[in-house]
């Protein structure tokens, strides 16, 4: 088939504050080619991101074959490339996530197969979720086993009591078998890393998440070694495999977490396993609970570990995919229908 449109739209949240950059700066993208079927693509980078897609890569898109998967990995070689002046990492290569994942919903649904099935054989079949947030009482009546939850330091000596604090509760709700992880969104330094280790090892904390910023490989890397056994994991702000190559060189973490909507898609993904494999980096993609790595960790070396966020108890949220799986008693797997399986609620464009 040949492609002969792409758009992609910004969604009208209604449960964020209005901001280009709320709701993770989610995009849609939309391919559509000379057969019946359509795609649809899940982008980070916002409205920034949606002039990318269409004032550039559209041009670059349409009128190209689409056959099978290696005509994904030339058309996203192709939009790379003439994306590099702005691209690279950021918003670029956001923007081109959601035009990769579209292909892959086009190709399976043109070949009515789920995305799992182009990506390879099935290797799991549910698999083991987490959630990420603070409700871990609701999350444990719903069945989960594992919890991460976040914790921004202040620079305050207090912090440490704070994390203390998160960690014994959540240890005393989730139950001793549960796996513990913290999220600091970049907010620690090494110091306070190494001293959150010693002070957090009763709690037995499976991964310290994002302690510094994505550009301190070295700082990582040195960390490693200093808060064993818990692992130094990140990469949610990572791209490509041209990233996570640097990512390995530095020995920078024991664990990758690769955003599939904004890393590059599902063929940055393919590629980022290929060096995770050679290194014996264990993968678990950030949000994987969501169609979009969970189609991903189902047929491939993806660790058996899905991130879902279900926020608060009782909260409203912005339902933009139809149909998306949820976990069951702390599982959760892909559906068989064909591309991702989800239909795009347009009452949120
Ligand atoms: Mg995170």
């Known amino acids: 088939m040949k492609i002969t449109s792409l758009k992609a739209v910004y969604p009208n949240y209604r449960h964020v504050a209005p901001s280009w950059r709320t709701h993770l700066w989610q995009i849609v993208v939309r391919v559509e080619s000379d057969s019946a079927a359509v795609g649809f693509g899940y982008g980070g980078g916002g409205k920034a991101s949606v002039e990318v897609v269409n004032g550039h890569m559209r041009d670059l898109l349409v009128g190209r074959d689409l056959d099978d998967a290696s005509d994904i990995f030339s058309a996203w070689d192709a939009l790379y490339r003439e994306s590099i002046p702005y691209g690279r990492r950021g918003i670029g290569v956001m923007a081109l996530s959601g035009i990769d994942l579209a292909l892959w919903d086009l190709l399976a649904k043109a070949e009515r197969v789920p995305v799992h099935a182009l990506i390879g054989p099935r290797s799991k079949r549910r698999i083991r979720s987490y959630a990420t947030g603070v409700d871990a009482e609701w999350y444990a009546e719903m069945g989960f086993t594992a919890n991460k939850f976040p914790h921004r330091a202040t620079g305050s000596p207090s912090d440490f009591e704070t994390a203390e604090q998160s ?45 510094l910023t994505p550009d301190d490989l070295e700082g990582q890397a040195a960390l490693r070694p200093q808060v ?27 664990l990758w977490q690769p955003d599939i909507t904004w890393c590059g898609g599902i063929t940055a993904g393919l590629r980022i396993l290929d060096i995770a494999r050679e290194s014996r980096i264990p993968v678990a993609p950030h949000r994987g609970g969501e169609v979009w790595g969970l189609h991903l960790i189902a047929a491939s070396d993806c660790m058996d570990f ?3 966020l279900p926020g608060l108890r009782g909260a409203p949220r912005d339902d933009l995919w139809i149909g998306e799986p949820f976990p069951e008693r702390g599982y959760i797997e892909p559906s068989d229908e064909p591309g991702f399986g989800v239909t795009l609620n ?4």
Do not use: N, Q
């Not at 347009?346 to 464009?349: A, I, P, S």
């Open 167 to 211: 960690a014994a509760r959540a240890r005393e709700v989730m139950g001793a078998d549960a796996l513990l992880m913290i999220d600091t969104y970049m907010s620690w330094d090494s110091d306070t890393t190494v001293e959150m280790a010693r002070r957090l090892a009763p709690c037995d904390i499976y991964w310290f998440e994002d302690v």
């Open 346 to 349: 347009e009452d949120l464009l």
């Open 306 to 308: 899905a991130e879902v």
């Open 228 to 254: 064993k056994p818990t692992l130094i994991a990140g990469g949610e702000h990572e791209f490509t495999h041209v990233g996570f190559a640097e990512a390995a060189r530095a020995g920078a973490m024991d």
